[in-house]
């Protein structure tokens, strides 16, 4: 893989290396065991700032204050988790990005999340589904990366897997509640989980980094994530009266780097201050 | 404030009663839920602690209007947290209200429909980054001088939630101040937003305290039941007091050429802000009033079909239990 | 039907070991979901470690107009507080 084109376009980027210790440090070789981790990091990382930054867009507009704050407390639980994530990646290319630099100073082909995450919230119902697809995945991830080689990931993945697990038992329950409670709640709930099916996929597909990462012991290869996902959806959909679409089609790229219409409009509100003012300090 | 121009209710009970109830206030007791109370109390605490209630509520809009703009991961969580607390604030006001007989959906409505009012402030927009600062360095700065006194409020639930929100409140200020230092140490451009938003939310940050009420009828009322404890102008005074060197420190300016240090009343003489502005904004003219209430119906509206979901699950769940018995 | 969800009442045993104490209400259509909604409402600067909920409506209270009776026979037992008892200082501390 060629360096990465915000690696050389962003005009400020040899400045903050040069900040923080790492000017003149090479980008990191494409294929090579610190790039792979790179990746993976980000990948964990992006999914996790991308789905925070989501959610928190319900703040002041939740069905109900109860629910408002509940999601704030799962919208901060991920922004801390991206801290982590993407402090560790920063630290692992060595060039000087911190978690902020890489959040909000790379551009769309640079993020590595699942398309999943980067889905507009849609309706209430739509968020929560989002949520429990996204959930009854996260966890096992987070349980895998426990028993990681990498004592760094192990430690990060055991902090967010409490927090993970609540958010699991909280959006399965909704689910299963609304698909199972009015005729409305019902054909939302159904509704959004025919919108999103198409984009679970993407959280069991392996690629050449994921291969390497899984070899070394460092992350889990996504396939083996899915037996466990399956087993809950299946649960959770049943006792919300609610249909598995048949399709298997799932929409990819997300992971490579390529998003959807939704991610660069997230990103220009996202990362607007940062770019329009690249001095400042906040 | 938080609840301005809260008007009280002439009282039409027994006087033998209101006597003793007046006594019992006098004595530092308070007064719990179901005990007797005039119904001018019970009406005129509805009217206030509701309106407090609001003013959480619609507040979280425009610092909300914030949250995916933030600049670093931790101001976005910081701010995150706060709006959240808002959101909590909000809640345990309305719980306190409720335990005078009125339900959360009935204020709802009321707050929805335009029959009950929150504070002023929240009518102003946040135009940069250095208004979640000023909002939380003023605003809240505030909101505090009127709490912080309210805490010893006569009814003991609005009492207990004052206690909980001042608790809880004392990072907000600092958050906002902090926010605000980064801002006026910062680059050109960052000072320059970090004045301009103290010159936009100066004068309505003052008009929160209300207009003068020394000669209120309704807030002499208040004040004898300890539902009020300060009149406007003394916080007001006391706010201006305590903010001119904080903003010093910042090297800002405050908005106000008359703006001098009073040797003898040993505070500062300020301007009055321009109170026909005040009223325009409370008769629904502010530059936010429509955007605010619109955000607010459309979030109770298109929420009605979850509250009804799992409202309707909750009863079919306890019907299948009964049923397996 | 109203759809507005039923009032419950918070007690939260903090890290200390101490006695479930009242923290405040909230609503949720049951429960679960009370419990649910305290633990996101009322322990959210890490407050509690045990959370009871009770429907609002199933709280049966003192009557204030008892308070007289209920309370007062307590003021004169006097003798159940430590303070009633005279311990000489060289004695210490009891």
């Given amino acids: 893989m060629a360096p990465s084109l915000s690696d050389v376009m962003t005009p400020d980027a040899a400045a903050l290396a040069a900040a923080a210790g790492g000017e003149g440090r090479a980008p990191l070789a494409a294929g090579s065991a ?60 060595g060039r000087g990005r911190d978690a902020d630099a890489l959040a909000f100073r790379r551009d769309a082909w640079d993020f590595h999340n699942l398309l999943l995450v980067e889905r507009p919230n849609g309706d209430f119902g739509m968020t929560l589904m989002r949520q429990f697809l996204f959930d009854a995945w ?36 909704l689910v299963i509640r609304l698909g199972d409670g009015t005729e409305e709640s019902h054909r939302r709930m159904q509704g959004a989980l025919d919108a999103l099916w198409g984009y679970t996929g993407e959280m069991f597909l392996g690629d050449a980094v994921d291969q390497r990462l899984a070899e070394a012991g460092v992350m889990p290869a996504p396939e083996s994530l899915r037996a466990v996902w399956d087993q809950t959806v299946d649960q959770v959909l049943a006792e919300a009266t609610l249909t598995r679409p048949a399709s298997t089609f799932a929409h990819k790229g997300g992971k490579q780097g390529r998003h959807s219409e939704h991610m660069g409009h997230l990103l220009t509100t996202m990362q607007w201050l940062q770019r329009a003012y690249p001095d400042a300090k906040w | 404030m938080y609840a301005q121009m809260v008007k009280s209710e002439a009282s039409t009970d027994d006087p033998a009663l209101l006597a003793a109830f007046q006594a019992r ?42 949250i995916t703009r933030a600049p670093t991961l931790e101001r976005k969580a910081i701010l995150l947290a706060k709006v959240q607390d808002e959101a909590g604030h909000g809640l345990y006001l309305y719980c306190a209200a409720e335990t005078l007989g009125v339900s959360r959906d009935d204020l709802t409505e009321q707050l929805l429909s335009g029959r009950m009012k929150y504070s002023s402030i929240f009518n102003y927009p946040t135009l940069t980054w250095a208004d979640i600062g000023a909002v939380g360095w003023l605003v809240d700065g505030a909101a505090i001088m009127n709490q912080v006194p309210l805490q010893r409020t006569s009814f003991g639930p609005y009492s207990r939630a004052m206690i909980r929100i001042c608790k809880e409140e004392s990072f907000h200020q600092r958050q906002g101040y902090d926010l605000m230092r980064a801002m006026a140490t910062g680059t050109a451009e960052q000072k320059a937003m970090a004045q301009d938003a103290l010159n936009r939310f100066w004068y309505p940050s003052l008009m929160m305290f209300g207009p003068s009420d020394k000669d209120s009828i309704h807030s002499t009322q208040s004040m004898a039941w300890r539902i009020k404890i300060n009149t406007n102008d003394e916080l007001r005074q006391k706010f201006v007091d305590q903010t001119v060197p904080q903003a010093q420190y910042l090297g800002l300016t405050i908005p106000d050429e008359n703006l001098k240090w009073n040797e003898e009343k040993q505070g500062w003489d300020f301007s009055e802000p321009d109170w026909s502005e005040f009223y325009e904004v409370l008769k629904g003219n502010g530059p936010c009033n429509t955007d605010r209430m619109e955000a607010r119906q459309r979030a109770w509206r298109d929420g009605e079909w979850f509250r009804e979901g799992l409202m309707a699950h909750a009863r079919k769940s306890a019907a299948r239990r009964v049923a397996a018995e | 039907m109203s759809s507005e ?90």
């Avoid at chain 2, 206030?25 to 009217?47: C, F, H, N, Q, S």
């Avoid at chain 3, 199933?58 to 037992?77: H, M, R, V």
């Fill in chain 1, 34 to 93: 610190d790039h792979d981790l790179f990746t993976g990091l980000t990948r964990l990382g992006d999914t996790a700032l991308i789905l925070g930054h989501r959610v928190s867009e319900w703040c002041g507009h939740a069905p109900i204050l109860e629910e408002d704050i509940a999601l704030a407390n799962m919208a901060l639980d991920l922004i801390g988790q991206t801290q982590l994530w993407l402090g560790l990646a920063g630290e692992v290319e």
């Fill in chain 1, 138 to 173: 996260h966890l096992p991830l987070l349980k895998a990366l426990e028993g990681s080689t990498d004592a760094r990931i192990a430690a990060i993945a055991q902090k967010a897997g409490k927090e993970v697990a609540y958010h699991l038992e909280r959006s399965a329950d």
């Fill in chain 2, 25 to 66: 206030i006098d004595a530092g007791e308070k007064i719990e839920p179901k005990e007797w109370m005039p119904e001018a109390y019970r009406k005129t605490l509805i009217r206030q602690i509701g309106q407090h209630a609001h003013s959480e509520i619609v507040g979280q809009l425009p610092e909300g209007n914030w």
């Fill in chain 3, 5 to 94: 969800w039923p009032l419950w009442e918070v007690f939260i045993r903090g890290q200390h070991g101490l006695n479930h104490r009242h923290v405040g209400s909230l609503h949720a259509p049951d429960a679960e979901l009370a419990i649910r909604h305290a633990r996101d409402v009322y322990t959210r600067r890490n407050e509690g470690v045990s959370i009871w909920v009770v429907p609002s409506a199933q709280i049966t209270a003192s009557s204030p107009s008892e308070k007289g009776p209920l309370f007062e026979p307590a003021n004169d037992k006097v003798y159940r507080h430590p303070t009633f008892y005279d311990i000489p200082d060289e004695v210490g501390h009891m």
